[in-house]
């Protein structure tokens, strides 16, 4: 079985100081792990994905992630929060597609971004 | 089109009515999902369609949840008997081939509420 737990369901930050959304996994496959934000009343957009390539991810809007398997986590990180990140943020685990192919989902981790 | 697209992008119903909500997926790809969003909670799977292979209904939370996929393409969730706990909005996403690493793509979802 697999599962996402994303350990925040609420984060607030000032703008210009540092984000971090955290993301653990549990898996009994090799994963592949994606983030999604979604903004009020929009669709989910893809931010960045994990392949087994790099474990250090940069994805859009100068979010990164570390891929630790020591940890089985995948946390979300920005240097200096800007306005425009206040929005949904979502884990997402992939297992192989002889294990099924699911993606599952973490509960979601809201970020507030004050002024 | 460029991206997933649903139909309607609102509906409200109801309750003890049929619904049917249509996803149109991106030009070929194979893999499709339905994910349901309440109020406040995160994604829940409903189902996915991978090419010609049976469907994964896993999630559905009742038999009076069904989803079709026709020629490989379109896809229509039908509820039957809706009940107010199905307000949620219904998204759909496809991917483009079975590698675990593939994103999936989003549509804007449609909006039920049952009144």
């Known amino acids: 079985a697999q599962s996402v737990t994303q350990l925040d369901s609420h984060v607030s930050v000032s703008e210009g100081t540092p984000v971090l959304l955290r993301c653990n996994y549990s898996?009994?496959?090799?994963?592949?792990l994606f983030w999604y934000v979604q903004h009020p009343n929009k669709g989910l957009q893809l931010l960045l994905k994990y392949t087994s390539a790099a474990t250090l991810v940069k994805g859009i809007n100068g979010f990164e992630a570390e891929f630790k398997k020591s940890e089985t986590s995948f946390h979300l990180t920005k240097p200096s929060a800007h306005m425009s990140d206040a929005a949904e943020y979502f884990c997402v685990v992939r297992l192989s597609v002889r294990a099924g192919n699911m993606l599952t989902f973490g509960g979601g981790t809201r970020l507030m971004v004050k002024p | 089109g460029a991206g997933v697209s649903q139909s309607p992008s609102n509906k409200v119903t109801e309750k003890g009515k049929d619904v049917e909500l249509r996803c149109d997926p991106i030009s070929g790809h194979t893999a499709l999902y339905w994910y349901r969003q309440s109020l406040g909670q995160g994604l829940e799977f409903l189902i996915y369609f991978q090419g010609n292979s049976a469907p994964d209904k896993s999630g559905l939370p009742s038999d009076r949840f069904s989803a079709e996929r026709t020629g490989g393409s379109v896809s229509t969730l039908t509820i039957q008997r809706t009940q107010q706990e199905d307000s949620a909005v219904y998204l759909c996403a496809s991917s483009s081939k079975q590698g675990i690493g593939t994103e999936a793509f989003f549509g804007q979802g449609t909006r039920l509420t049952v009144v």
């Open positions: 898996s009994s496959y090799s994963p592949s």
